[in-house]
């Protein structure tokens, strides 16, 4: 008989383990008790022994994988032995088993009113009775798919037609994609960044009729390739020396604020498989022309997943530029552990006033997001404003760092 | 081994010079070594179900034997054992049967508190064991509601309470102290101090010198003990429970012992602290100590302990294997135990449960 040996939840409701080390393979025959394999947890690494003797026919997963709590780890054949002497191990049941089962079941009730299935507590179902609301329709928000009285009303304002069709839905009409690789990457970075840095953002308004103009007259010339981010990257980094905070890092377990002497940008890229940050390394130290190739060549990397370890590595602040399509103000988040990410937007020519007559003039907006523990607004509307200037006059581009 | 930490036998099992040892007869020691040996392989075994998923949780004793079952041993039935979490090896000195234990573990249909507590978290009215009590101190306070009870009814009878080092830092801890000082309380506070509370070392549990010094500030006795020496713990907790007996007050006693294992099933140890002070202190065991002494004495051999080590196997596997054949306890009793009457809210709710039980079945 094979018995199949599922990972239980080692400590208090804890919902899946790393495999680190197996200390059996297909093959080897286990005694009851015996080791099989190391679990890492949230809470302790243990030794999982085998509850049976037999034989290993197969093992599930290898070192560094992720096992949730009730998948099949081990599958031991067990020979002449009956299940009745196999013991059953009670605590093997997917931690999210009852929230899970609850959320999967559509239709979980089978009475009106009383809503048999439905998770809630007495006064809630009392509500609903009085009120004529059958539970079984109603998703709950709570802890484990619980009703709350918010999701009675909820229920009551939405369409409730509607609402019993979006639950019904089968499962069919899902498709469900791993949350794996880059992406829980990327999800695990972001969270940590807004976990951390006091998030607000900063907008502003920018004329750059004259960058339009200057980079137009360089593309007659030939530099075709040449688009607007160099400028800014230029820009930005006239910002971060005379504002230096603002090219920082935070390091609070030694209370101490690091202030960059390099000058490394990110440049926010969206790829197929999400979005990457390259870095364009020095940009003080390099021309308009290197800066383009440069960026060129590392966006071009990242969207074909040829990007460098350190390509992607060491940036002191970050850009983020949706292009052509750009928008009008964002929120962006910060790139941890840096303290603030500027967002740009697309030129568009708006209608704007000056010397008290509507003209059309080539705008573009700049959403600067810091980290208020570091850079007070005071601070973020001084380093935005000065990045304006060259912006708007990027003439004084030739006149930075002499300053 | 200090001038001012009582101790009778060392490590090697033999009589410290000029310490006397108790008058306990040859049947008692054994019931004694024979408690504390099972005491630490219901914890290895217990642990390894623990790890296949086959109880949820588990709180081991290892290395604290003695102390736990030393100072049980000098309580009489009549007095009150009010135990932290590691005091199985008391209860079980009590009479408290390993299938109880057991059941309670799996929290089954022979479950005496039918499921409503977590594993290891044992009580039985009978044998005046009070239920373990796992918010850090709590329990220590109730001590003086049993010893004060006791007191103003005129019973001779004393309560011993079990705690860690870490719960003297708690403000029960204090409390109870300060009014056993004052109303002359008949209590034994029994302070395990096993080096670690989970992962906080001792070191910085307290800047006074020792945990035992504190009671000189309540006003109680203090004494401070070899925790892995059952001897001398048997010892000074009777000395402490014959003042308490005859209206002298309480006794702060600190067994000093050590935790060898994990916190609980769900602690690593190995995240904290080094393998080399492990191995220091199991040299100190205090169970490898007693059967030294035992069969230096003449009271013991190898023979009887692999008996002993078979029937203790045979007990554990016998007790495992009928707890886990028992089905949970019925579900109505989720709503017993807390109100003598069922109060209206519950008896609507055990009303509907049986109406969607009914429909299930149909
Ligand atoms: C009031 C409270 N705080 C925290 C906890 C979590 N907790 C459980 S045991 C423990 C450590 C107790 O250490 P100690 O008193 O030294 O006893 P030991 O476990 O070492 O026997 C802690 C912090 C708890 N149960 N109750």
Redesign the pocket.
Known sequence: MAYEFKLPDIGEGVVEGEIVHWLVATGDTVDEDQPMVEVMTDKATVEIPSPVKGTVTKTVGGEGDIIAVGATLVVIDVGEMGSADIPEPKYAKGAGGPADESRKAGAPAKKAGGGGGALATPAVRNVARTRGIDLSKVTGSGPGGRITKDDLDQFVKTDAVAAAVGQAEPEASIERIPYRGLRRKIGAHLSLSKRSAVHYTYVEEVDVTSLVELRDSLRVRGYDHLNYLPFVLKAVVAGLKKFPLVNSTLDEEKEEILLKKVYHLGIATATEQGLLVPVVRDVDKKSLLQLSSDIERLIAGARDGKSKLEDLKGSTFTVTSLGRMGGLVATPVINYPEVAILGVHRIEKRPVVRENAVVIRDMMNLSLSADHRVVDGWVAAEFIHYVMRFLESPGLLLLSGEE | MSDTIAGIIDEKGKVRSGAVVPEIGRDDLIRLYRAMLLNRRVDERMLTLQRQGRISFYVGAAGEEGAIIGSAFAMQDKDWLIP???EAGAAFLRGYSLTDFTNQLFGNSEDKIRGKQMPCHWASRELRLASVS?????QIPHANGFGLAAKFTGRKEVALVY?????TS?GDFHVACNIAGVYKAPVVFFC?N?Q???SVPVEV?TASETFAIKAKAYGIEGVQVDGNDVLAVFQVTAEAAERARKGEGATLIEAITY?QGA?TSSDDPRAYRSEDEVAVWKKKDPIDRFRLFLVDQGHWSAGQDKKLEGELNEEIQTAVRAAEKLGPPDIKTVFEDVFEEMPWHLREQLDELNETLDSEVE
């Open positions: 932290c979490y590691r796992s918010p850090v101190g709590s705690f860690g080092d870490g719960a708690e395990r096993n670690w509370a989970i549990q935790r916190h």
